[in-house]
């Protein structure tokens, strides 16, 4: 069954630290990736998005993540979090073959300490 | 250019209604999709609509359906109201598919 897996639930880092979000799929065909942000203030928003080409894809605001086909995992990573990252962040797959669909991940909500 | 976005912002029905909900895409977009987020559920894809045509559909009822206009303007109906129905309803288009790029801010939808 195709699944997406981010298996951190809460995240809290200090201000300053480097940050890594974990994402695991589970997808017959090859993927399509996203990374979104949703906060109260800004509503959900593509980070990023990784289609084929380049396995390290940059996004906004300082984000970056990496395909790993072998691993099954699309890791979002940003080197020094802001206080203004706090918020949920979610992962996604879409299907590059047959009817395009989309799964979501269940999210992981950053907290970030001053 | 102005942002997605979505009519209403709010909304209260009953249970065994039907509701509408419009979306206007960013000039230039073809391609609009929907989503319904609930805290037990979380983001789930509903349809995806490209130059007024269903490219895709999710794993929702018959009740849910929508449609595209020629200026890529969508709606979203919901017949037959049930409670489990509420939630934060989502659209995002993007110029040619291929994954939601932008959303508006949501209907939050309330059936009671």
């Known amino acids: 069954a195709q699944s997406v897996t981010q298996p951190d639930i809460h995240i809290t880092v200090s201000e300053g630290a480097s940050l890594e979000l974990r994402c695991n799929y589970s997808y017959g065909a090859t993927p399509y990736l996203f990374w979104y942000v949703q906060s109260p203030g800004q509503g959900l928003q593509l980070l990023l998005k990784y289609f084929s080409g380049d396995t390290l894809v940059q996004g906004i605001k300082g984000f970056e993540a990496e395909f790993k086909r072998s691993q099954s995992s699309f890791n979002l990573r940003k080197p020094s979090v802001h206080w203004s990252d706090a918020a949920e962040y979610f992962c996604?797959?879409?299907?590059?073959?047959?009817?395009?669909?989309?799964?979501f991940g269940t999210g992981t909500r950053l907290k970030v300490l001053a | 250019k102005a942002g997605v976005t979505q009519t209403p912002r709010y909304l209260i029905k009953t249970r065994g209604q039907q509701v509408t909900l419009s979306c206007s895409p960013i000039s230039g977009h073809r391609s609009v999709s929907w989503y319904q987020q609930t805290p037990g559920q979380g983001l789930q894809f509903l349809f995806e609509y490209f130059s007024e045509t269903q490219r895709n559909k999710g794993n929702f009822p018959g009740r849910f359906s929508g449609r595209q206009f020629s200026n890529s303007r969508s709606e979203m109906n919901v017949s037959t109201l049930e409670l489990g129905d509420s939630a934060l309803y989502l659209c995002a288009s993007s110029e040619a598919g291929g994954g939601a790029e932008y959303f508006g801010p949501g209907t939050r939808l309330t059936v009671t």
């Open positions: 996604a797959v879409g299907s590059t073959s047959g009817t395009y669909k989309y799964i």
